[in-house]
């Protein structure tokens, strides 16, 4: 694996009044939001965050999924972003209250 954690964000759209989706929410924004967090930290040779398109999960967005972990988290909002950063990214705890119940690795 190149990276040591690898953030899949998910930023489709779909036409408007189709299936609730990532994009239309504010994927784009969480991206921004994470790559802003990877270079203050000076970490973008070992944590990515990308864009991605649908987990066909839509209705739990918006959704993110970090690997290695397999862990996907619903919900999310840009205020989220520092809690999933400082506790999993940065310190491998996942965030609980933010996890999706199909992650790979649960709760510890
Ligand atoms: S649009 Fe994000 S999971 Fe389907």
Same mark, same amino acid.
Request: with cysteine.
């Given at each position: 694996m190149?990276?040591?954690?690898?953030?899949?964000? !998910? @930023?489709? $759209?779909?036409k408007?009044g189709?299936r $609730? !989706?990532c994009?239309?929410?504010h994927g784009?924004?969480?991206?921004d939001?994470?790559k802003?967090?990877?270079?203050?930290?000076?970490?973008?040779? @070992?944590i990515?965050? $990308?864009? @991605?398109?649908?987990f066909?999960? !839509?209705?739990?967005?918006?959704?993110?999924?970090?690997?290695?972990?397999?862990?996907f988290?619903?919900?999310?909002?840009?205020e989220d972003?520092?809690?999933?950063?400082?506790?999993?990214?940065?310190n491998?705890r996942?965030v609980?209250?933010?996890?999706?119940?199909?992650?790979?690795k649960?709760?510890?």
């Open positions: 190149i990276y040591e954690k690898h953030i899949f964000i !998910c @930023t489709n $759209q779909r408007e189709a $609730q !989706c994009g239309e929410v784009m924004s969480l991206v939001a994470f802003k967090k990877i270079k203050e930290h000076g970490l973008q040779d @070992t990515r965050a $990308q864009k @991605t398109g649908c066909d999960i !839509c209705e739990y967005g918006p959704n993110i999924v970090v690997y290695p972990e397999g862990v988290y619903g919900n999310v909002q840009p972003v520092e809690e999933i950063f400082n506790e999993h990214i940065l491998n996942p609980v209250r933010l996890a999706l119940p199909f992650n790979k649960p709760e510890k």
